[in-house]
């Protein structure tokens, strides 16, 4: 699979039923451990102080990520989503600073 840096950003509509925000939120959470061990999300930070989560996605292609493995979370239709194909560096030191294969 490729690697994709997304930065999600939700914006719920206004006048959205809380408790249906909070049930897209719980389905979320869900969800985002589904594609997490299926390898198709294998990081995601949140900004001090910002309301948006930057990710690193795994997918075969832009498409694919799109719609196969971010149309599927369920806060999906009030997303927006900044995706950057992503490829190794030479100088990539590797997972958790290690060398490089």
Do not use: C, Y
């Not at 897209?24 to 299926?38: K, Y």
């Not at 995601?44 to 990520?65: M, N, T, Y």
């Not at 030479?90 to 958790?96: C, Q, V």
């Amino acid at each position: 699979m490729k690697e994709f840096l997304v930065v999600l950003t939700t914006t719920v509509p206004e006048g959205t039923d809380p408790d249906e925000v909070t049930r897209r939120r719980a389905a979320e959470a869900v969800r985002a451990g589904e594609l997490a061990a299926t390898g198709h999300l294998a990081r995601l930070w949140r900004p001090v102080g910002e309301l948006r989560s930057i990710g690193l996605w795994r997918a075969d292609d832009e498409v694919d990520l799109r719609e196969k493995v971010l149309g599927t979370l369920p806060l999906w239709p009030w997303m927006t989503a900044e995706v950057t194909a992503l490829q190794p560096h030479p100088n990539d030191p590797g997972p958790a600073g290690g060398p490089a294969v």
